[in-house]
Structure formats: structure tokens, C-alpha cells
Nanobody, 119 residues
Framework: QVQLVESGGGLVQAGGSLRLSCAAS????????MGWFRQAPGKERESLAE????????YYADSVKGRFTISRDNAKNTMYLQMNSLKPEDTASYYC????????????WGQGTQVTVSS
């Protein structure tokens, strides 16, 4: 059974940092693209970052570019999101997901981890 589990969320003051992890199990995703999303109450889900299978290509939303860094360790079947210079508007539930190359839709999603940034 495929499972994605996020961890690392929590409460942090504005300007602080958090590192989220997304651990995958049930199969290897070394050839799949992996991405981070977030959703705040009353808002649509937002795509934040995506990383190619070997980490050679990354994408960032303008809202997090320069502050967040996506990375992955295929040996551990794990993806990370380093979040620096956090702002209160970064408060949301953060989700990881994976998709196959050439397929637009994400196949598997995690259950989410809450990030709260206080001002």
C-alpha cells in the first residue's frame, strides 16, 4: 500500500524556519516527480514546489521563491521542504504528492502537516 507521510510542521514565529519531510512507502518513487502544496482555510490549494526524479529540475511558486527549497533523497524515498523567512501568510496545511513523468495529475497524496506562523 502506497503511503506518503508528512512531518515537521508546527508553530514558529515570523522570520523563523521549518523543515518538512515527506516519507514515501509502499513503492519506490525514484523516477517520479514530487511536489509540495499547501491549503489555508477558505483558500484554494496552492502548488508550491516540484522536483524532478533526480533533483536536477525544480519549480517554485513566486510566493515562496527564494525562501523555500525543495530537495529529495531517493535512497531514503523522502522529499524535503526547507522553509526560511516564514511569514504569517505561510500558515496552512502542507501536503506532499507524487506524479509520474508525462502525467499532469498527481497520483498519491499525503495527509498533510500544519504549519502556523505567528506574527
Amino acid at each position: 500500500q502506497v503511503q506518503l507521510v508528512e512531518s515537521g510542521g508546527g508553530l514558529v514565529q515570523a522570520g523563523g524556519s521549518l523543515r518538512l519531510s515527506c516519507a514515501a512507502s509502499g513503492r519506490t518513487f525514484s523516477t517520479w516527480l514530487m511536489g509540495w502544496f499547501r491549503q489555508a482555510p477558505g483558500k484554494e490549494r496552492e502548488s508550491l514546489a516540484e522536483i524532478s526524479w533526480n533533483g536536477g529540475n525544480t519549480y517554485y511558486a513566486d510566493s515562496v521563491k527564494g525562501r523555500f527549497t525543495i530537495s529529495r533523497d531517493n535512497a531514503k524515498n523522502t522529499m524535503y521542504l526547507q522553509m526560511n523567512s516564514l511569514k504569517p501568510e505561510d500558515t496552512a496545511s502542507y501536503y506532499c504528492a507524487v506524479r509520474r513523468a508525462g502525467v499532469k495529475e498527481y497520483d498519491y497524496w499525503g495527509q498533510g502537516t500544519q504549519v502556523t506562523v505567528s506574527s
